[in-house]
């Protein structure tokens, strides 16, 4: 899901959302619901077919604009089975795991291309963290993003690797202790 405020843009949510709803349209999305009312708009658009169901492809986009001009917020999430995640962990057990993280590269893939557009749309002088979707004002703040994602990355590959080579080191040790004849049950 991408989330961002946006706070003293000379833009109407309105158009915003009018902009979103065409994007989502333009890719052969079919609105499927809509609830616009008092600075907030709502939609949930869908694309299905018996390829989308078979490939894993995105079929499902929601998108929410609330505010004002000046003040407002925008969320878009793109989803390959909806909100419903069991079907794709069933299945990613079922295949390895390799179609899951298939489907979810695309669905991250397409939300990042929209969310793009539809931030430069309000504001084309933001960088936007590829990451994560979060915004930026300059180039430095969002390298130093991104050194901190690779900091806390490296870092969680380093204590992964240790819980690892601890599970080994008592694993070894247990194997010997069983094998010594120290383990098991007593007759």
Same mark, same amino acid.
């Given at each position: 899901?991408?989330?961002?405020?946006?706070?003293?843009?000379?833009?109407?949510?309105?158009?915003?959302?009018?902009?979103?709803?065409?994007?989502?349209?333009?890719?052969?999305?079919?609105?499927?619901?809509?609830?616009?009312?008092?600075?907030?708009?709502?939609?949930?658009?869908?694309?299905?077919?018996?390829?989308?169901?078979?490939?894993?492809?995105? @079929?499902?986009?929601? $998108?929410?604009?609330?505010?004002?001009?000046?003040?407002? %917020?925008?969320?878009?999430? $793109?989803?390959?089975?909806?909100?419903?995640?069991?079907?794709?962990?069933? %299945?990613?057990?079922?295949?390895?795991?390799?179609?899951?993280?298939?489907?979810?590269?695309?669905?991250?893939?397409? %939300?990042?291309?929209?969310?793009?557009?539809?931030?430069? @749309?309000?504001? $084309?002088?933001?960088?936007?963290?590829?990451?994560?979707?979060?915004?930026?004002?300059?180039?430095?703040?969002?390298?130093?993003?991104?050194?901190?994602?690779?900091?806390?990355?490296? $870092?969680?590959?380093?204590?992964?690797?240790?819980?690892?080579?601890?599970?080994?080191?008592?694993?070894?040790?247990?194997?010997?202790?069983?094998?010594?004849?120290?383990?098991?049950?007593?007759?």
């Amino acid at each position: 899901m991408r989330k961002s405020g946006f706070v003293e843009k000379d833009v109407e949510p309105a158009d915003v959302y009018q902009h979103i709803k065409q994007l989502l349209q333009s890719e052969g999305f079919k609105i499927g619901s809509e609830d616009t009312r008092n600075n907030y708009w709502d939609l949930h658009a869908r694309k299905s077919n018996i390829e989308r169901l078979v490939t894993g492809t995105v @079929r499902d986009v929601d $998108a929410v604009v609330a505010g004002t001009r000046g003040k407002f %917020e925008v969320q878009l999430h $793109a989803g390959i089975w909806g909100r419903d995640l069991a079907i794709p962990a069933i %299945e990613g057990v079922a295949t390895l795991g390799l179609a899951t993280a298939a489907d979810l590269h695309s669905g991250h893939e397409f %939300e990042e291309r929209i969310w793009e557009q539809i931030v430069h @749309r309000i504001d $084309a002088s933001l960088k936007i963290c590829q990451l994560d979707g979060m915004l930026f004002k300059t180039q430095d703040e969002l390298t130093k993003h991104v050194n901190l994602h690779e900091q806390q990355h490296q $870092a969680a590959q380093s204590s992964m690797m240790n819980s690892m080579l601890m599970m080994g080191m008592m694993g070894g040790m247990g194997m010997g202790m069983y094998g010594l004849g120290m383990g098991g049950f007593w007759i």
